[in-house]
Each structure stands twice: as structure tokens, then as C-alpha cells.
């Protein structure tokens, strides 16, 4: 079973940055996709970033230029480096694994706030 822990979340302005975290417990990590979404109120979960096994990064083109995803497998933990936070930006963003079609994991999350 995997688990996986969000940290970093919290209440920002305009312009600012923050840097989520999420830890994943078990061996598979280092072989899984890692990726991060998002859910406002009354929306649809989105995909925000994703980072494959090999190191290769996907955006939403909302973020892009402003978000950065990275992970570190020996450490078990991936990081959204999000820098000029817009309001739009709101959400609870959740991490998630996925080690195959069927071997999908996710975090509870983690509540981003942009004060305008």
C-alpha cells in the first residue's frame, strides 16, 4: 500500500511563491509517474504537472512558466515550485502516483490560497 503526504500549502499573495511536497511511502516511487492536480470549488479536478520515471515534465498552460515540478527518487518525495501565484491559482492541489494503468494512489491535499 501506498501513501502519499502533502505539505507546503497555505495562504499567499499575489506574485508569491510556494513550494508543495509530497512524501510516498513503499518502494515503487522511483518507477512510477508522479503528477500533481488541482480542484477549486465547484470544478473539475485538473491536471496542473507531471514528471515520468525518467524525468520528463508535462504542463498545463495555465502554469506553464511559472510552475516547476521536480522529484527526488531517493528521497521518495516530489515538489511543485509554484512562483507568481494568481488567485485563479486557488485550489487544493493533491499529489498523485501512478505505477500503471491500474496502480493509481493519491494524497489527501493540500489548500492553496492567492489573496488578491
Known amino acids: 500500500q501506498v501513501q502519499l503526504v502533502e505539505s507546503g500549502g497555505g495562504l499567499v499573495q499575489t506574485g508569491g511563491s510556494l513550494r508543495l511536497s509530497c512524501a510516498a511511502s513503499g518502494s515503487i516511487f522511483r518507477l512510477s509517474t508522479m503528477g500533481w492536480y488541482r480542484q477549486a470549488p465547484g470544478n473539475e479536478r485538473e491536471l496542473v504537472a507531471s514528471?515520468?520515471?525518467?524525468?520528463?515534465?508535462e504542463y498545463a498552460d495555465s502554469v506553464k512558466g511559472r510552475f516547476t515540478i521536480s522529484r527526488d527518487n531517493a528521497k521518495n518525495t516530489v515538489y511543485l515550485q509554484m512562483n507568481s501565484l494568481k488567485p485563479e491559482d486557488t485550489a487544493v492541489y493533491y499529489c498523485?502516483?501512478?505505477?500503471?494503468?491500474?496502480?493509481?494512489?493519491w494524497g489527501r491535499g493540500t489548500q492553496v490560497t492567492v489573496s488578491s
Open positions: 498523485n502516483l501512478q505505477a500503471g494503468i491500474y496502480e493509481v494512489y
Open positions: 514528471i515520468t520515471r525518467g524525468g520528463s515534465q
